[in-house]
Each structure stands twice: as C-alpha cells, then as structure tokens.
C-alpha cells in the first residue's frame, strides 16, 4: 500500500483479459503479444513496469498517473477490462485496515465488498472475508451495506505472494491483440466509412496498413492531410499505421477517355482491387479491407462488389457491409474519426463520379470496356510511384516494438 499525505495511491492497475480465454493452446501467444501492445500504448510512461499470470496482467505503476494510463490502456485490443488496485501483504488485519482507509476517503453511503480466493491455503474462504471487511467499514464508519446497488464496489483478490484490492472496473475494448490475426490491406478513403471498417478489422486482431487514391491536381493536399489525420485518430489502437498513398490520376483520366461513364466508378474500384492486391502481396498482408456497406451507393450493390471483386483471389473483408449509417457514424464519433471524416475535402471517388453510375455492372461488359487500353502498364507506374508513409498518435514517440 502507497500512503501520500495520509491518502491511500493506487500502486497497480490489474488487466483482466477478453476473449483470449477461449483460445486453448494460442493462449500463451495471444498474452504474449498482448504485453507487447500493452508496453507500445504506455511507452510514455518511463516508470512503469509489468508482471503477468496466467489470467491477469498487473502493470506497476511507480509514481505514474495512473488515470492517465487507463486513458491509454481504454484503446488496446485484447483486455476485458481493468482496474486500479492497491497490493498489500495476504494478511487479514492489513486487508481490513486498508479497506476501511479506501471507504474512509471515498464518497457514498452504500457498499458491497467482493473478495475472490485464488490462494487456497488463506485461513478464511471468500465469505468469510466479505464479512470481516464490512464488520471493520460497519464499525468505524456510517456506510451500510447494499448488495445489489452500492455506491462503492470493493473488491478483493486473494492471491499467495499478495492481494489486490479495488473499487471499480474499467470496460476494456475486448477483441483479440492487434498482430495475433497477421495483416490487411485497408482502402483508406476520407469517408466515414472505412475508418471503422479499419477499427473492427484491428478489434478482430488483425493488424492493418492502408492504402489511399489521389488524384491531384483534381484533389488537394488538403484531402490526403485528412486521410493521414484520419490514419492518426485511429493510430493509437495498433501504435502506428504505415499509408500508401497511390497516385491515381492517369489511371482515373484513361478510363474516363477509353470507356463508358456509367462504369466508371466500376472500372475505377476493379483498377484499385487489382493494385491492393499487389501492394498486398508486396507488403505481405493476407487480406483487402474496405468500408463498402451494401446498397449504400452504386458500387455497393451486390451485383456491383460481384463485378469489382472478381478481378483480385485476395480475402475480401467488409467489416461494415450490414450495417446502418447510424451505425457506422456512431462508431466513427466513438474512435474520434467523425469530425475529421465530415471535413469538405473531396477524395478520387466522390470528384469523378459520373451522374448515371450503373448499378447492375458486368464482368463481361467490365473486360471489354477495359480491352480499350492498356491498364497493366498505368497500374504498374501507379505502384512505381506509391508514396509510403508511417503514422504515428501525435502524443507518443516512434519507437515502438514491431506489431507485425
């Protein structure tokens, strides 16, 4: 226990893992890789350092704000949830005393104590503490007991070498490490869309580079600054994010000139498959990602992705695909993409779309439509010139250990 002018600091913060309990034997990996995520989002915080159990992680703080970390911490993959904690000798008298301390500073007239056993050989099973630490509150102090809507929640875990106690439970972000499912490809737009697209796809564990059309002169500096932004807003959840930027120009101009304009909006997503593709392959990620959500606009229909899709054997992920634009703009506000999605900077799609997209497109009209003129060679001279850049959160520094 910390004491700092009579007032008790929390020491630790103890992590609680999600879904990585159902993973049997990739268990040990998934931990593993979540420990390194969890050291890349705190990499700021220099006095930090960590222990991990089978099923807890418990980061020792040393000094460090701790609610500053749990702001970090709220946007890793992988935990449950957590909590700020105070580590104390297994002794029943130092439980006791430090528990009525923590209700002693805390505000409320309610409580419930919640003790967990993990060291079997402790003299007293999990309700009998319960009840040694509310006798101590109830005695010295004017809180009542409410078990089923405290004000204050104290929780105790039992361990041999110590035990931690809490009052309150932090919600993590659940899903599994970002790494532990390999790598995609995300069509990064300045859309609302595939930013969250790119945020279910980490959540599932899967760590992502992106990858963005412009076409300058006809779009500005303006709209690629909004696509790095929007790569920076969703950063911190994966600790950077490399973006390709494409130049697409030449490539949008010939099939404007060779080709009809209701499939131009057509011919220009096949021309983006077949390039995600090959920077896929060059950047060894297994997997196309993008925020195309069914029915929403005229490449979306399903008789539309049939057509476009079939030009790349890549996995096609659709993180969004059924759902509502509610839905997604919720979550886009709720990853903090939102404000920056809604700037009135046009990206390729939205400044060359034709006024009669057709939305029943074939594959046999798409290939002779694309017989027209030679589209490998612009594709290739797109890929020659592709500018990568590394985003990093603009509050953390760039050394980090590797995601990938």
């Known amino acids: 226990m910390t004491i700092e002018q009579n007032k008790i600091v929390y020491d630790h913060i103890l992590v609680r893992f999600g879904e990585l309990s159902t993973k049997g034997k990739n268990r ?5 890789k979540l420990l390194i995520n969890v050291r890349n989002a705190l990499r700021d915080f220099d006095a930090l350092s960590y222990e ?26 992988g935990i449950s949830s957590f909590s700020f904690a105070i580590k104390v000798k297994t002794d029943m008298e130092v439980i006791q005393k430090t528990c009525l301390k923590v ?19 402790f003299p007293l099973v999990s309700d009998e503490i319960n009840r040694a630490v509310a006798g ?17 929640r104290i ?46 796809t980490m959540k599932r564990g899967v760590a992502i580079e992106c990858i963005h059309y412009a076409s300058p002169p006809y779009t500005s500096d303006a709209a690629q600054d909004k696509v790095l932004d929007i790569a920076r807003a969703i950063a911190p959840y994966q600790g950077h994010i490399r973006v390709h930027i494409i130049p697409f120009t030449d490539l949008q101009l010939a099939i404007y000139k060779h080709c009809d304009e209701s499939y131009a909006i057509t011919l220009m997503r096949r021309m983006m498959y ?27 229909t399903l008789e539309s992705m049939q057509t476009i899709n079939c030009v790349t054997d890549m996995p096609t992920i659709r993180p969004v695909a059924c759902l509502d634009k509610l839905e997604i703009i919720d979550i886009s ?10 700037q009135p900077f046009e990206d390729c799609c939205t400044i060359f779309t034709p006024k009669n997209p057709v939305t ?33 959160p603009s509050a953390q520094e760039k050394d980090s250990e590797d995601i990938f």
């Not at 101590?136 to 204050?152: A, F, G, H, Y």
């Open 28 to 32: 040990k990996d998934f931990i593993k």
């Open 52 to 77: 991990r159990t089978h099923d807890r992680m418990y980061i020792i703080l040393n000094g460090e704000d701790h609610e500053a970390v749990a702001e970090r911490l709220k946007k890793v993959f």
């Open 103 to 121: 209700a002693q500073e805390t505000e409320g007239s309610t409580f419930k104590v919640e003790a967990r056993r993990s060291f079997k050989m």
């Open 136 to 152: 101590e509150i109830l005695r010295n102090t004017d809180w009542k007991v409410n078990v089923k809507t405290p004000d204050l």
């Open 155 to 200: 929780q105790i875990e039992v361990h041999e070498d110590a035990t931690y106690i809490m009052t309150g439970k932090i919600k993590g972000n659940g899903g599994y490490p970002v790494g532990v499912g390999g790598k995609a490809l995300v069509m990064l737009s300045g859309g609302i869309d595939s930013p969250v697209a790119a945020y279910l």
């Open 274 to 300: 077949r390039i995600a593709q090959k920077v896929s392959e060059k950047q060894n990620c297994l997997a196309i990602v993008n925020g195309e959500s069914i029915g929403q606009v005229a490449s979306q």
């Open 333 to 342: 506000k709720k990853i903090g993409t939102y404000d920056i999605s809604i």
């Open 360 to 392: 029943k497109p074939t594959r046999h009209k798409a290939e002779k439509l694309e017989s027209r003129f030679d589209f490998e060679t612009l594709i290739d001279e797109c890929i020659t010139n592709m500018e990568s850049i590394d985003v990093y």
